[in-house]
Every structure is written in C-alpha cells, then in structure tokens.
C-alpha cells in the first residue's frame, strides 16, 4: 500500500541523497528534492517519476536560511505537509592540516554543513510542530568520530552535527518528533571520488573491516528506516553504517 507521508530530502541531487529519495518515493512517500544543484535534483525527480513515483524538485543552498525556510514552504504548498526530513547536503573537507587551513575555507565548510543543518532542523521541526510530529535524520559522518588527515574542518561540522541532533532530540521528544544522526562511512558517491582525489594520503590510513565502501541505497536503508514508524522508540541516536570503520 502506498505511504502517505511527506518527505523533504536535502541534497537530493546525488549521491545518498538522492539514494534516499528514490527509496522513500519507491515505498510510496511524496518527496521533495531539495539541492543547490538544479540539474541533480531535476535528475533525481524525473528519475522518479519515470517509475511512477511523486517527486518535486526545489532549489536550495542549506548555508542560507531564508532559503531553507523557502524549501520547507516549498514542501508544504506542493503537498500540504512535512513527515519527514532526510538532510543529506554536505560538502567534502578543504584537505589541508590545521595551519594551512585558511579562515574562509573553514567558515564554508562549518557553514554549509553545520550551520546549514543547524538552519535545516530549525525550519523543519517548526513545520512539524504545526501537525503533531515527524522524524528527522542528520547525514553526519564517521569522520564526527575520528581525527581524519587533513580534515579538521570537516571532522568538526560532523561531529557538531552529533550536538545539535542530541540537544534537538530532546527539546523535542514529548512533541513526537525524533531526530537521530546517521554516520555513513565510505560511500561510492561523487563526494567520495572528489576527496579521495583532492586528500589521497587519507585512504592510506583507514581501515575498513569490511574492506569495501558502500553503496548509496546501503545508507539510505538505513536513514529510510530512522524516518519510519520501524524506528519509533528511536532518537537522540548516532547510528553509524560503515563497514565497522568506527570500531576498527
Ligand atoms: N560519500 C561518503 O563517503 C560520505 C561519508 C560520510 C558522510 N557523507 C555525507 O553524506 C552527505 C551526502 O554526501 P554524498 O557523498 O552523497 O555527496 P554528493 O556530493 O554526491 O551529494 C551531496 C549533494 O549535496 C548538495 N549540496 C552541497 N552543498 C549544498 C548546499 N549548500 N545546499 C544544498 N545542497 C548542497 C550537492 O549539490 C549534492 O547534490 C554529505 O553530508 C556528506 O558529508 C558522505
């Protein structure tokens, strides 16, 4: 039977992000597309659509909040509400140590991926508060967990995201909205390739017991269930997905 729920998927466009969309239209959602990239997000709905899912595409930049606000208006003038949230937008790390990492490059990368999902859970659980309540998942990182080479700026976004999603979790617990954070290991996206290029002393000093990366629809598996019923006694949560790169 088709699922009734609203989902808003950030970076919806590629990689786990689209991923996750595809999934939740698949099992039946009305899925909002939301990315900086016009041509990905298009991509990721006519996707959808060409299996018979319902899919909208919005365009959003998640480091600026007023178009955050307009990407959850967005989601609630096509289809009347808000579910669920997948925010999935993200950039790789600058690749560089410390002292060589210059102060605009940090403020990017913190601003996209931690303020901007800062921003995200702000809108979003707002929009949830007006209809009873909904489930939100954070795409944070095993890098929140781990001093990765050259990766300082994004190791930080990820692992302030694990705050965020804590203190979000229980400000709003007893309003029936859950927010837990997922942390993917290596996964066979676009992002992936462009860090491995732009930091390859990286891969050299990571283990992975199970010596390969995921695909996109192994994380979305797992996000998928987070926004769903199945994971109803859930939140506050930082569930890592990577091959057991954490433990290792
Ligand atoms: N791929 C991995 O190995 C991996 C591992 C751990 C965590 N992650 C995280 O997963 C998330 C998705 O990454 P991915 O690998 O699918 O990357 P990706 O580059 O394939 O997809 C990211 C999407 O986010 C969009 N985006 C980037 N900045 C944005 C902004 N300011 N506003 C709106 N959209 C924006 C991009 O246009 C792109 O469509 C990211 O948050 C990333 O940090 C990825």
């Given amino acids: 039977m088709a699922d009734p729920r609203v989902m808003l998927v950030t970076g919806g466009g590629s990689g786990i992000g689209r991923a996750c969309a595809e999934r939740l239209a698949r099992e039946g959602c009305s899925v909002m597309v939301a990315d900086r990239d016009a041509d990905g997000g298009r991509d990721t709905v006519s996707a959808i659509a060409a299996v018979g899912g319902t899919a909208r595409f919005t365009l959003l930049d998640v480091a600026d909040e007023a178009c955050v606000v307009a990407s959850v208006a967005a989601t609630t003038d096509a289809f009347g509400r808000i579910d669920g949230a997948i925010n999935s937008a993200g950039v790789p790390q600058t690749a560089q140590p410390v002292h060589r990492l210059d102060a605009e490059d940090w403020l990017r990368v913190i601003g996209i991926n931690l303020n901007g999902m800062f921003y995200c859970l702000k809108h979003q659980i707002a929009a949830m508060l ?3 309540g909904g489930a939100i998942v954070a795409i944070s990182s095993a890098a929140a967990l781990k001093g990765l ?9 990820k692992a302030g995201i694990l705050g965020l999603v804590r203190g ?5 617990a007893e309003q029936g909205i859950r927010v ?14 462009r860090s491995s290029a732009s930091n390859p002393a990286l891969a050299g000093t990571l283990r992975v017991p199970m010596m390969r990366m995921s695909s996109p629809a192994e994380i979305a598996a797992a996000a998928v269930w987070l926004v769903s019923p199945d994971s109803s006694y859930v939140t506050g949560a930082s569930l890592s997905v990577d091959g057991g790169m954490t433990i290792a």
Avoid: I, M
Wanted: charged share 15%.
């Fill in 130 to 132: 007006e209809t009873g």
């Fill in 149 to 157: 080479l050259n990766s300082a700026d994004y190791c930080a976004s």
């Fill in 168 to 172: 979000a979790a229980v400000d709003y």
């Fill in 180 to 193: 837990n954070a997922l942390l993917p290991g290596g996964s066979d996206t676009p992002l992936a390739h």
